[in-house]
């Protein structure tokens, strides 16, 4: 039971005994840096079940407390707070609890079922770019977040990689590419079919311009032009399983993923489970049908199937056109059943996908709760916002689309720019000094977009990100290799059990308190889909040792004992800095 859980208790009894009031819930807050304390209860609250002056209920609970509750060493009330010094020796007795644990805060053994966690979803008919980035980030992150908090996970994305869009990269191709491939070329397979893909729109608004000049209204050149026109051709060919076209078509979908592997490699997310969209686009017809049958569907005169969702504050949504075939809604449905027939385990799913489908996830999962699917009550849109550059700022392959690879390397080079300007990067070899600057401007672009609410729009600056101060990226790997140094100076065995009689120092045992927080940390994190709350608890993990290493010796203490816990409690903090950028996919470096 934790420090608070069994404060909770100890109030309520108190209350009990005191006023013979049934208490049923006890509010905290940590105690303000202005007064003494750990941790607050708040007495007003209470007054709606005991009736009394707050400031000497506060302190007839608190006489209560000192006396019944061993870790608490005084008190003081503050108009209606109450303030509680925990016992030193409870936050000595808690760090050698844990100070070798391996993964502290992560909850080793997973609860039954599991969530599967679905990101990144590309179209193969162009790079990944800036909100994959975020979309993957994301996704990877809350995946490795889950897993922390005692969730079994399975990462998933499904590639969209059939359509219209991909037969005008193919076309182009054909058209214009006199056979060049990612080798001859010496390009990525995804920026190689990207430029086909750019080669198309260019086209297309050709014929369009020439056939307006030609007096045709553009609504109606936008239609009719022949490129247009023989890309729509090639889709049918496609769906008809013609063998020259799929034969193409798995070709250059095939540099696409060598492509795209390479990214995901860069950027360090991976996946469990690839589904496709030409698997999938067929799927969910059987269930559309079954619902007729149950009344969750309607058919229209026309034949098209939809659902009323109006009384759920909603509108009217097809499910199935009036010549049989499927929206992508239909899809969706089909592939969430696909996945609980993959891996029978799953009791919810989180889909990663940008704030403009926001409404197509509330009509989505509304039906399959209305189809009555049991894991449907346990679906979650990780809904965000766009990323936005200050213009100019950043070079791109395709218009105002800013490249994923291109951004990569841009950090890079930022993080490279900066080091040599601070003149940090003393003694290292080249080799040393390229890995170091990967480290530094991949965890740089992460933490800028994860320590973002996910919901808000960001405005994403490079130079910004690779600030050595603040809430950034570097600079909380900058005091992870201090703490490393401090460790590699300490010339004396570390691991040996602490006197829990040491007289702490006021930062220690903030440190300690902070510390604390950690396992709490991931649960919410993991409750609210939000890497944000990581990386921000990170950051006060971070502010708090360099306050520590501040006003406090550490190796230049005289006292051993002393000198022997300020290390180990170092070591810890870099621990779970360690630890908790894991969960947001960033490295630290041993040395900066």
């Known amino acids: 039971m934790s420090l608070q859980n069994d404060l909770t208790q100890k109030v309520i009894e108190a209350v009990k005994q005191l006023y013979q009031v049934d208490l049923p819930t006890v509010e905290f807050q940590p105690t303000r840096k202005d007064f003494e304390g750990d941790i607050t209860v708040v007495v007003f609250p209470m007054l709606r079940f005991v009736k009394g002056n707050p400031v000497q ?17 005084k008190c003081n009330v503050v108009q209606g707070f109450l303030n509680i010094v925990i016992a030193e020796r409870y936050y000595l007795n808690f760090f050698n609890s844990i100070k070798d644990e391996v993964d502290f805060g992560y909850v080793k053994t997973p609860s039954p079922g599991a969530t599967m ?19 993957n980030l994301l996704g990877y992150s809350v995946a490795e ?56 729109d260019k086209a297309y608004k050709e014929q369009i311009s020439e056939l ?3 007096g045709m209204p553009k ?14 051709e090639m889709l049918r060919k496609w769906e008809a399983g013609d063998a020259e076209v799929v034969s193409l078509w798995k070709t250059m979908n095939t540099w696409v993923y060598k492509g795209f592997d390479a990214t995901y ?48 504050g909603l509108d009217e949504k097809i499910v199935l056109r009036s010549d049989g075939t499927a929206v992508y809604m239909t899809q969706d449905i089909g592939t969430a059943l696909q996945r609980v027939t993959d891996f029978p385990d799953i009791n ?62 841009n950090m890079e080079e930022t993080a490279e720019t900066i080091s040599k300007e601070l003149g940090k990067l003393d003694g290292y070899s080249e080799e040393e000094k390229k890995k170091l600057y990967r480290t530094i401007g991949l965890g740089a672009l992460k933490y800028y ?48 059990a602490l006197d829990v009689t040491l007289e702490l120092h006021e930062k220690e045992k903030e440190l300690l308190k902070q510390i604390q927080l950690f396992p709490e940390t991931i649960q919410l994190a993991a409750e609210n889909y939000s890497p944000a709350l990581i990386a921000n608890y990170t950051y006060d993990l971070v502010k708090e040792f360099n306050s520590f290493y501040q006003k406090v010796s550490i190796l230049g203490e005289t006292d051993e004992q002393k000198k022997n816990f300020r290390v180990q409690l170092s070591k810890k903090v870099g621990e779970v800095i360690q630890s908790a950028f894991r969960l947001l996919g960033i490295e630290v470096p041993e040395r900066m």
């Open 265 to 312: 490699k860069n950027l360090g997310v991976d996946f469990d489970k690839l589904y496709y969209e030409s698997d999938t686009y067929l799927l969910g017809r059987d269930v559309v049908k079954d619902g007729l049958e149950k009344g969750v569907f309607f058919k229209k005169e026309d034949g098209s199937v939809w659902i009323d969702l109006t009384e759920d």
């Open 219 to 232: 609504e109606k050149a936008e239609k009719k032009a022949p490129i247009l026109l023989e890309a729509q």
């Open 117 to 135: 966690v679905e990101y990144s979803s590309p179209n193969t008919n162009k790079p990944l770019h800036l909100g994959h980035i975020r979309n």
């Open 348 to 409: 919810g799913m989180v889909y990663t996908v940008g704030n403009e489908q926001d409404y197509h996830f509330k009509v989505l999962f509304l039906i399959l709760k209305k189809l009555g699917y049991s894991w449907a009550e346990k679906l979650y849109h990780l809904s965000y916002g766009m990323v936005d550059l200050p213009s100019g700022k950043m070079k791109s392959r395709e218009g105002t689309v800013v490249d994923a690879d291109d951004l990569i390397q």
């Open 449 to 496: 977009i994860l320590k973002v609410d996910p919901k808000k729009r960001i405005l994403f600056n490079p130079e910004e990100s690779v600030d050595f101060q603040g809430n950034t990226g570097p600079f909380i790997q900058y005091t992870y290799a201090r703490i490393q140094s401090i460790l590699r100076k300490a010339d004396f065995d570390v691991s040996t």
């Open 57 to 73: 209920i506060g302190t007839q609970i608190g006489e209560y407390l000192q006396q019944h509750v061993e870790e608490v060493a």
């Open 212 to 214: 307006v000049a030609g």
């Open 145 to 200: 977040i889950l897993k922390a908090s005692g969730k079994k996970v399975y990462k998933a994305q499904i590639i969209n990689d059939r359509g219209i869009h991909i037969c005008k990269s193919m076309l182009a191709w054909q058209k214009f590419g006199e056979g060049e491939t990612p080798e001859s070329s010496g390009m990525k397979g995804d920026h190689l079919v990207g430029k086909y893909y750019v080669a198309f």
